[in-house]
């Protein structure tokens, strides 16, 4: 195994150009303050889409465009919560996207931080209840449960209502959408740690019976975005390609800094050093993809799966940096492909930096689609991260000035220079897998648990 970098004068290139720049942190300030949250259905989402597209074509990039799809579209309303029972008493919550308008009058229990083994306690007492459980991820299970899955759980229990609670002091209640692109069976909102901590002290009262009054107004009603598509030509095999992608949309109680516009950013700068060093050397195409509206379903990307069915045997490969230009490790984070681990590792071993290699799957990004249909896909992050609260990620204070420089450069350098890799391979060790073979890795995936009990919920 060669230690030589075959592509020493691009990397140096690239990279000395991503580190003596500002441009990264200059589109990512423009993304966050000119366009706030990006949110689905906003004007801001289409001005950022344009913005993006604009910063594309000036990179000189081509086929730059956006396509438009549809969607199930959501607005929030007004949510109120109110104590009945032991005490009166009306708390701050929000509405998560798709939570249809309700007025529900009824007890609540807990279910924890909603584990598998917490719903079964519950039994058939959370039938036509309020079902509470924390964002924080069952300690001991060994996965991460997605906010998702304990709603899903919840309506499973025959609940008619979901309350998520913060696991993080201080930083208000946490956001995330209760479905795929579409309304939610029952209304679901989120309340701050500290208001969740005063439920849990009224349920462990003696007689536990504690009568809540929730009312949600949020609207529910179809939708279009857009995704944005731009192309760096490859130059002996156009057709093949490798994707780059990052969801561009925030929630709308934040700016969306970390998640996911530092990834979306770091994804611009790589088109940039790409186009600006390795335009004329790239024998593959890489095709660089803005999504639309992930955080309310991964709606972009499974819509972009749709609309590009044609081409998914010419994806050699897909990355998604969503969120990458976090504080996370610049990883590559393959979804069971074993045979691209020694292609990475010697890229690493050739590229001096650092880059860990493994693999994980989950179905919460807009690797997701791809995944099942059977792309060879990663995504950006730390393989060994053991799982962990989204801190001040879907809360308001995702907010601009916690990006760092530093981890926007590090991601932006380890995509160009993996995209690169990946699109001048000759033999690229990975195709895409058979339906079949996505789908022995869906049933017995411990990760892919929360998807399998959101396909019991459309059954
Ligand atoms: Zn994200």
């Given at each position: 195994m060669s230690k030589k970098n075959p592509y020493l004068q691009l990397d140096q290139q690239m990279v000395g150009d991503i580190y003596t720049s500002q441009e990264v942190m200059e589109n990512l300030t423009?993304?966050?303050?000119?366009?706030?949250?990006?949110?689905?259905?906003?004007?801001?989402?289409?001005?950022?889409?344009?913005?993006i597209a604009a910063c594309f074509k000036r990179y000189g990039l081509q086929n730059v465009k956006l396509e438009t799809y549809p969607?199930?579209?959501?607005?929030?309303?007004?949510?109120?919560?109110?104590?009945?029972?032991?005490?009166?008493?009306?708390l701050h919550c929000i509405s998560l996207p798709y939570c249809p308008a309700a007025d529900i009058t009824t007890e609540l229990v807990s279910a924890g931080c909603g584990s598998p083994?917490?719903?079964?306690?519950?039994?058939?007492?959370?039938?036509?209840?309020?079902?509470?459980?924390?964002?924080?991820?069952?300690?001991d299970l060994g996965r991460w449960v997605h906010r998702k899955e304990k709603f899903e759980r919840a309506v499973l229990a025959g609940a008619s209502g979901f309350i998520f609670v913060s696991e993080h002091p201080g930083v208000g209640p946490?956001?995330?959408?209760?479905?795929?692109?579409r309304p939610a069976p029952m209304p679901g909102i989120s309340v701050c740690k500290e208001d969740g901590e005063?439920?849990?002290?009224?349920?462990?009262?003696?007689?536990?019976?504690?009568?809540?009054?929730?009312?949600?107004?949020?609207?529910?009603?179809?939708?279009?975005?857009?995704?944005?598509?731009?192309?760096?030509?490859?130059?002996?095999?156009?057709?093949?390609?490798?994707?780059?992608?990052?969801?561009?949309?925030?929630?709308?109680?934040?700016?969306?800094a970390h998640d996911p516009a530092s990834g979306m950013v770091s994804v611009i700068e790589a088109s940039r050093v790409l186009s600006a060093y390795a335009a004329d050397s790239l024998k593959c195409t890489v095709r660089f993809i803005a999504f639309g509206t992930e955080e309310i379903g991964l709606t972009g990307a499974f819509r972009y799966i749709?609309?590009?069915?044609?081409?998914?045997?010419?994806?050699?490969?897909?990355?998604?940096?969503?969120?990458?230009?976090?504080?996370?490790?610049?990883?590559?984070?393959?979804?069971h492909w074993?045979?691209?681990?020694?292609?990475?590792?010697?890229?690493?071993?050739?590229?001096?930096?650092?880059?860990?290699?493994?693999?994980?799957?989950?179905?919460?990004?807009?690797?997701?689609?791809?995944?099942?249909?059977?792309?060879?896909?990663?995504?950006?992050?730390?393989p060994e991260s053991a799982p962990a609260g989204r801190g001040f990620g879907h809360t308001a204070y995702d907010t601009l000035e916690k990006v760092e420089l530093a981890?926007?450069?590090?991601?932006?350098?380890?995509g160009a220079r993996v995209a690169l890799r990946c699109a001048n391979a000759d033999d690229f060790p990975a195709k895409r897998r058979t339906s079949e073979a996505v789908q022995e890795i869906v049933d017995t995936d411990p990760g892919l648990e929360g998807y399998r009990i959101s396909l019991k919920l459309t059954l």
């Amino acid at each position: 195994m060669s230690k030589k970098n075959p592509y020493l004068q691009l990397d140096q290139q690239m990279v000395g150009d991503i580190y003596t720049s500002q441009e990264v942190m200059e589109n990512l300030t423009v993304l966050c303050d000119e366009y706030g949250a990006r949110f689905a259905g906003t004007p801001e989402e289409y001005e950022a889409a344009n913005f993006i597209a604009a910063c594309f074509k000036r990179y000189g990039l081509q086929n730059v465009k956006l396509e438009t799809y549809p969607y199930a579209g959501w607005t929030r309303g007004t949510a109120t919560l109110e104590v009945i029972e032991p005490i009166r008493r009306t708390l701050h919550c929000i509405s998560l996207p798709y939570c249809p308008a309700a007025d529900i009058t009824t007890e609540l229990v807990s279910a924890g931080c909603g584990s598998p083994d917490e719903y079964t306690a519950l039994g058939d007492t959370a039938t036509d209840k309020l079902v509470m459980a924390k964002s924080a991820s069952p300690p001991d299970l060994g996965r991460w449960v997605h906010r998702k899955e304990k709603f899903e759980r919840a309506v499973l229990a025959g609940a008619s209502g979901f309350i998520f609670v913060s696991e993080h002091p201080g930083v208000g209640p946490e956001t995330g959408s209760l479905q795929n692109d579409r309304p939610a069976p029952m209304p679901g909102i989120s309340v701050c740690k500290e208001d969740g901590e005063f439920l849990a002290r009224l349920i462990a009262r003696e007689n536990g019976k504690v009568t809540l009054k929730l009312r949600t107004t949020d609207i529910n009603e179809p939708r279009t975005s857009w995704n944005v598509v731009a192309d760096l030509p490859g130059n002996e095999n156009a057709d093949e390609m490798v994707v780059v992608g990052c969801h561009y949309d925030g929630h709308d109680i934040s700016q969306g800094a970390h998640d996911p516009a530092s990834g979306m950013v770091s994804v611009i700068e790589a088109s940039r050093v790409l186009s600006a060093y390795a335009a004329d050397s790239l024998k593959c195409t890489v095709r660089f993809i803005a999504f639309g509206t992930e955080e309310i379903g991964l709606t972009g990307a499974f819509r972009y799966i749709d609309a590009h069915a044609s081409e998914l045997d010419n994806i050699r490969f897909m990355l998604n940096m969503d969120a990458a230009g976090g504080s996370s490790r610049k990883g590559i984070v393959l979804h069971h492909w074993d045979a691209l681990e020694p292609f990475f590792n010697t890229a690493q071993q050739q590229m001096h930096t650092e880059m860990p290699v493994g693999q994980k799957v989950h179905s919460y990004s807009d690797h997701f689609p791809f995944f099942l249909k059977g792309v060879p896909s990663s995504h950006m992050g730390d393989p060994e991260s053991a799982p962990a609260g989204r801190g001040f990620g879907h809360t308001a204070y995702d907010t601009l000035e916690k990006v760092e420089l530093a981890n926007l450069r590090a991601a932006s350098a380890v995509g160009a220079r993996v995209a690169l890799r990946c699109a001048n391979a000759d033999d690229f060790p990975a195709k895409r897998r058979t339906s079949e073979a996505v789908q022995e890795i869906v049933d017995t995936d411990p990760g892919l648990e929360g998807y399998r009990i959101s396909l019991k919920l459309t059954l």
